[in-house]
């Protein structure tokens, strides 16, 4: 769902057209949730539904954020230094059903304890690694905004 040539603000229509992209495709299932980072959520609280009516995109309740009827969450790993066009500092707000979001595990869990890299200042470094894949199942059960401005 692009906003603008430049990146525009997200406003309600946004929202709900992320939806509607997922559910042309028939993926539109009860367990669907938005996903942003921070700064979206702050700009969306403080943006109004409709001009006038007093209720922020953005809302609180009992069950924790949602966002058009379905559970919102934060992470700020998703982008917030996108560009498009001229706009930079862009965030990006996803839909989904992310259970056609696979994620996979080889292995277990490799620690290195290296006790020579930081000896000298009397430190101990300690390198963990893990394999995995991430993986979507239907591409269509997903869709993005990737030129929200926050500021």
Sequence with gaps: VALG????????????D????????N???????????????????RSEKFTGSGL???EEGPEGS?????RAHVSNTVPRDLTKG????????????WS?????HWGGVDILVDPYTLSTSGGLRVVVMMDVGVGIRRPESFAKIVDAITT
Excluded at 5 to 16: E, K, L, Y
Excluded at 86 to 97: D, Q, T, V
Excluded at 100 to 104: E, F, S, Y
């Design 5 to 16: 040539a430049d990146g525009a603000a997200c406003d309600w229509d946004a929202i709900v």
């Design 18 to 25: 992320l939806e509607e992209r997922v559910a042309a495709n």
């Design 27 to 45: 993926a539109d299932v009860k367990r669907c949730a938005y996903v942003t980072n921070s700064a979206v959520r702050g700009t969306l609280k």
């Design 56 to 58: 922020a995109i953005w």
């Design 66 to 70: 949602m966002l058009n009827g379905y």
């Design 86 to 97: 001229s706009g930079s500092g862009l965030s990006a707000i996803l839909f989904g059903n």
């Design 100 to 104: 056609d979001l696979v994620i996979g």
